[in-house]
């Protein structure tokens, strides 16, 4: 059982369907993150939240927005998604400084 | 020249046997390495930091060749439970702005299957 959960487990949407992904980390960490893992591609930062401050955004289109309320909890908020990212969307924690991170289960979206 | 890259496989080797995957980098200033393993449908954890010196955690060896920028994992004596993916992981490339020294960067993967 890792620290680190994640809600839901799977998730389909439609286009043009609002939902939200959740996070809450169970470690004591200061630092978030959410990636996304597409088939035959390695994982992909999309955010990086130290100290609920968000101090990455890797490019990532509008129609994601994330949310830190705290140190343990993050959310991913979606609407008007494409087909193509349909992907595991999966959230990690660690310590400020230190590069082990601890991931949760993941959300596998499917967007039809 | 990707960030992090992998022969993606699959391996498939016998119980037993010794397996090696290795991993190339393309920032000569990356200074943490690690791998990851993910089983099939789960998240990754964390298997082993790579140290300049090398390490060893039981039948599994890491090295870094700084000099030619790869690192290897070493399995001995494969266990059926070793079947999963082995990724690659790096310390974020200093051009990925921000906090820069919170950022891994991940292979795709190599995925290995240890048969009966």
């Known amino acids: 059982e890792t620290g680190v959960t994640q809600t839901p487990r799977h998730l389909v949407m439609g286009m043009t369907n609002k939902k939200s992904l959740k996070c809450e980390q169970h470690?004591?960490?200061?630092?978030m993150y959410w990636y996304k893992q597409s088939a035959k591609k390695p994982l992909e930062l999309m955010f990086v939240y130290n100290f609920k401050e968000q101090t990455e955004n890797n490019s990532v289109p509008s129609r994601f927005s994330p949310e830190c309320p705290n140190s343990s909890h993050l959310f991913l908020h979606l609407h008007t998604l494409q087909p193509e990212d349909s992907a595991l969307y999966l959230c990690?924690?660690?310590?400020?400084?230190?590069?082990?991170?601890?991931f949760g289960p993941g959300t596998r979206l499917t967007v039809t | 020249r990707k960030e992090v890259e992998q022969d993606p496989g699959p391996f498939n080797v016998p119980e037993g046997a010794t397996v090696a995957f290795n991993c190339t980098y393309s920032n000569s200033a990356s200074q943490s390495f690690f791998w990851y393993r993910q089983d099939c449908r789960k998240e990754p954890k964390l298997l082993m930091s790579?140290?300049?010196s090398g390490n060893e955690d039981g039948r599994f060896t890491a090295q870094l060749n700084r000099a030619s920028q790869y690192i290897s994992l070493l399995i001995r004596d494969s266990k059926l439970s070793d079947s999963a993916t082995y990724l690659c992981v790096v310390k974020g490339s200093p051009r990925i702005s921000g906090a820069g020294s919170y950022q891994l960067t991940f292979g795709k993967g190599t995925k290995l299957s240890v048969i009966p």
């Open positions: 470690l004591g960490h200061n630092a």
């Open positions: 790579v140290y300049s």
């Open positions: 990690a924690s660690s310590q400020a400084g230190n590069y082990e991170q601890y």
